[in-house]
């Protein structure tokens, strides 16, 4: 099963994420958008565990100026 477990969430953040009019807030929408995506599909069974908390560690390094050791 591909994703859908979030109703594809991600794909609305991505697509209205122009609409931010700000280089840097577009860019992090998108990035967010990417996460929701991996969350979705690893809620779905398509991506493990350990694959998801890898998007989770580089989401907080570039966005929140840390990751947390697992």
């Given at each position: ?8 969430a991600?794909?609305n ?8 009019e ?22 779905s069974?398509d ?21 947390e050791?697992?």
């Open positions: 099963m591909s994703g859908g477990s979030m109703n594809y991600y794909i953040v991505e697509e209205y994420a122009y609409m931010l700000d280089r840097e807030l577009i860019e992090f929408a998108k990035d967010f958008a990417q996460l929701l995506h991996d969350c979705e599909w690893y809620q069974g991506y493990d565990r350990e694959y998801y908390l890898k998007s989770v560690d580089a989401f907080k390094k570039k966005w929140l100026m840390f990751s050791k697992r």
